[in-house]
């Protein structure tokens, strides 16, 4: 009787270290609802001068998008940088708690160009940038938040409590940043390639699949 109690509570001692050791990866989106999508809910934009095909693959479940550094803007009157990217539209939010998931796979050499944003806020033309700089996913250009994210599928979940004001940053599971928005406004969520404003590589280029919206 004794051993057999004894066993029991180191079994549970070696549960609860496993969940609290780096193998364990909790789930993001328990509690949230995930919300139906379909085709028209994934927009794109890509360079104005060139066919959709040429910047663009949807085979297989994977969305490849890529764009070259000296390709034009999304729009012929914007000075903006050059992009190949989706726009969850009909989904815009300006309240509550708002979760983006996708499985994002970004090629070696691909370099200075936003993977996933939020776009919009009260102050600023985004609430949330998420930049690879040679194999470094960063915070706009400032603070890191993974490394090692070349030549592998990783799962982002990206939540977002604007009542709450905080965005916070999950890659397999793990969270890995939280900072604080910058204030309701029209927002919503976008993944692909945009150029950064400097020390871009001449082709950029990510691919993106199951990609989800969750709310609460």
């Not at 085979?59 to 990217?85: C, I």
């Not at 969520?189 to 989800?212: H, L, Q, T």
Request: glycine share 8%; hydrophobic share 35%; with cysteine.
């Amino acid at each position: 009787m004794k051993i057999s109690h004894y066993y029991c509570i180191t079994s549970l001692l070696l549960l609860i270290l496993f969940c609290f050791s780096e193998g364990w990866r909790a789930d993001p989106t328990y509690g949230f609802t995930v919300v139906p999508l379909t085709e028209w809910n994934f927009e794109l934009q890509k360079p104005y001068d060139v066919p959709l095909e040429e910047r663009y693959s949807y085979e297989n479940g994977v969305r490849k998008l890529w764009v070259y550094a000296d390709d034009k803007p999304h729009d012929p009157n914007s000075l903006t940088q050059p992009r190949t990217e989706v726009r969850i539209r009909g989904l815009d939010y300006s309240s509550g708690v708002w979760q983006f998931e996708g499985y994002g796979f970004v090629p070696n050499g691909t370099s200075g160009v936003t993977v996933s944003q939020i776009h919009g806020a009260a102050q600023a033309a985004t609430t949330l940038i998420l930049r690879i700089y040679n194999g470094d996913m960063r915070y706009y250009s400032a603070d890191l938040i993974a490394t090692g994210m070349y030549d592998r599928w990783f799962r982002l979940n990206v939540i977002h409590d604007v009542d709450g004001g905080k965005v916070t940053v999950f890659i397999d599971g793990v969270q890995k940043f939280q900072v604080k928005d910058k204030g309701p406004g029209d927002l919503y969520f976008k993944c692909g390639v945009y150029a950064a404003p400097g020390n871009i590589s001449y082709c950029m280029e990510s691919r993106w699949r199951d990609i989800k919206i969750y709310k609460k």
